[in-house]
């Protein structure tokens, strides 16, 4: 079994991109193998972290957590243990899928903001 690790920093409050990645079907559109967890994701508001599979029962488990640092910006940190992969194909993934869903919640969180008026002055 591989463990693959990855961290990337986000232009956005560390609420903001943990509740776009909290709403049901985002996270698992963006990592696909959650969608085959056994059990789903499992969401823990408090420490903004997302866990999937079960180690004793999966061979993908792995969690996701979204960390402050600093006004508007977060780190967002994936953590992947899987079976049978080509490890920079999968490292690669990891890294893409983490950047697309850093720069989609920014996205939505900005037309949210122009939808409710409250990003404009």
């Not at 903001?16 to 990645?21: A, H, N, Y």
């Not at 993908?60 to 979204?66: A, F, P």
């Not at 899928?97 to 008026?117: F, L």
């Amino acid at each position: 079994m591989a463990t693959f690790q990855y961290s990337a920093p986000a232009e956005l409050s560390a609420d903001d991109v943990f509740g776009f990645l909290a709403e049901p079907g985002k996270l698992a559109r963006h990592f696909p193998v959650i969608a085959d967890a056994e059990g789903g994701p499992h969401i823990d508001r408090e420490t903004r972290t997302l866990t999937w599979g079960d180690p004793k029962h999966s061979s993908t488990h792995g969690s996701l957590t979204v960390d402050p640092d600093g006004p508007g910006r977060c780190v967002v940190s994936v953590t992947l243990h899987a079976d049978d992969s080509d490890e920079r194909d999968f490292q690669r993934g990891v890294k893409e899928t983490v950047a697309a869903v850093a720069h989609r919640a920014a996205a939505e969180t900005d037309v949210r903001a122009a939808d409710d008026q409250t990003g404009w002055v």
